[in-house]
């Protein structure tokens, strides 16, 4: 099982950003990806999970209308949009891979490397 998260970097505040993870060795189409952030000092917070069965997804309050989670069970590929983006969402930005649902790191069998985004002001 391979996850590899791409898209992140230097931006500056008020932009968008997209973020992909591509995965090989599971099958896709029958998990949940969830998307994941990690700041310097702070605990890993789930921002977002996709069921690539049925489609459904569900946000973090604190990403909520402004960041976009998606999935192209074709390519076995998650997305997740990031707009209006702040200093304080610099962090390293993860996805991982589960049969649960949810944004509790946890529920996740698989991860990625991770990307960082730094916003700055």
């Known amino acids: 099982v391979q996850l590899v998260e791409s898209g992140g970097g230097l931006v500056q505040a008020g932009v968008s950003l997209r973020l992909s993870c591509a995965t090989s060795?599971?099958?896709?189409?029958?998990?949940?990806i969830g998307w994941f952030r990690q700041a310097p000092g702070k605990e890993r917070e789930g921002l977002s999970c996709?069921?690539?069965?049925?489609?459904?997804?569900y946000y973090a309050d604190s990403v909520k209308g402004r960041f976009i989670i998606s999935s192209d069970n074709a390519d076995d590929t998650a997305y997740l949009e990031l707009h209006d983006l702040t200093p304080e969402d610099t962090a390293v930005y993860y996805c991982?891979?589960?049969?649960?649902?949810?944004?509790?790191?946890?529920?996740?069998?698989?991860w990625g490397q991770g990307t960082q985004v730094t916003v700055s002001s």
């Open positions: 060795g599971f099958t896709f189409d029958t998990w949940t």
């Open positions: 991982a891979a589960g049969v649960d649902w949810g944004l509790l790191p946890g529920a996740y069998d698989y």
């Open positions: 996709i069921n690539n069965i049925d489609g459904s997804t």
